[in-house]
């Protein structure tokens, strides 16, 4: 084993409890091959196993690096059994390596399940950095990131990826998607509705041959992507939200709620009051309904 995986090995055994092998979270490259570190090199070529969430994309990687390892699929649909089968290679003595596609394994990706699992069982996990998505975007885009919120992939169903925004409306950090090329479209028109018309990097492809950069406002983006699609991972850095128009929101929340409040407690009832609120205001019948199911339900008590 070489001398820096022998390393992580004593520190993994500190937070466990000395005995069984290393669980290694392993970073590889979100597109250029160039970019993975020597140490992950050192922990793929000397792992006894190697947890892939598909295993036919990390043997095009290790073909690339020249290493011939032993593999196991670990998806989401499979994570359990795959974190059972870890553990018992751990519990033997032997090393483990969990990779992702591409990028840190669980986030937005398989893994956590596996690590959680490993920590119950008392066993050493060691994190092995690497090339991640969200801090490129970020670093390229010009855009605050002392304060962030990743968000990851929005809800692929329209009702619930509105409510998502409209909670994250008034966020005043940056925030951080992730989205597929088949929903970007109707993402970036949710975005516009519930968030306004923003600045938002979009950053596709990153590392990749074909990587695209791009900042503009939400809506020039969603007349691009409208014409020309689009393809490829995409990663959306969103401006978050002004101080004034944040004191705007909450000043117009507290007035709708006083209004329903007002409402409610005269008779109205909330599915009426809720529609009559989104008539005037132009904004989704939901936000109001919600609203008004909890006025009524302080009003029962």
Known sequence: MRKSCQRDRDIANVAGDG????????????????????RAI????????????????TRILLTHLGISARLISCREHNEADSASKIVGVLESGRDVALVTDAGTP????????????????????????????????LSVSGMPADRFHF??????????????????????????FFEAPHR???????????????ETFMARELTKLHET????????????????????????????AESTARRITEDMHSAFHDILSG???????????????STISGLPKRTFYEM???VKGRHEV
Request: aromatic letters at 2%.
């Open 19 to 38: 005995q069984g092998g290393t669980l290694y979270v392993t970073a590889t490259p979100i597109g250029n091959l160039q970019d993975i570190s020597q």
């Open 106 to 137: 669980a986030l937005s990706d398989p893994g956590r399940r596996v690590v959680q699992t490993v920590r119950r069982h008392g066993l050493g996990i060691v994190p092995v950095p690497g090339p991640s998505a969200i801090t490129a975007a």
């Open 263 to 277: 409402m409610v407690s005269g008779g109205v009832p909330t599915k009426q009051a809720a529609m009559l609120l």
């Open 292 to 294: 008004a199911l909890s």
């Open 184 to 198: 970007l479209v109707s993402t970036l028109g949710d975005m516009l509705c519930h968030l306004g018309d923003r």
């Open 151 to 176: 968000e990851g992939f929005l809800p692929p169903r329209k009702g619930a990826r509105c409510r998502r925004l409209d909670e994250l409306a008034l966020l005043d950090c940056t925030l951080v």
């Open 213 to 240: 950069l791009e900042m503009s406002k939400i809506s020039v983006l969603l007349e691009q992507v409208s014409l020309n699609g689009v393809k490829g991972e995409i990663t959306l850095v969103v401006k978050g």
């Open 42 to 57: 050192d922990v793929l070529s000397s792992a006894e196993l190697i947890a892939a969430e598909d295993t036919r994309r």
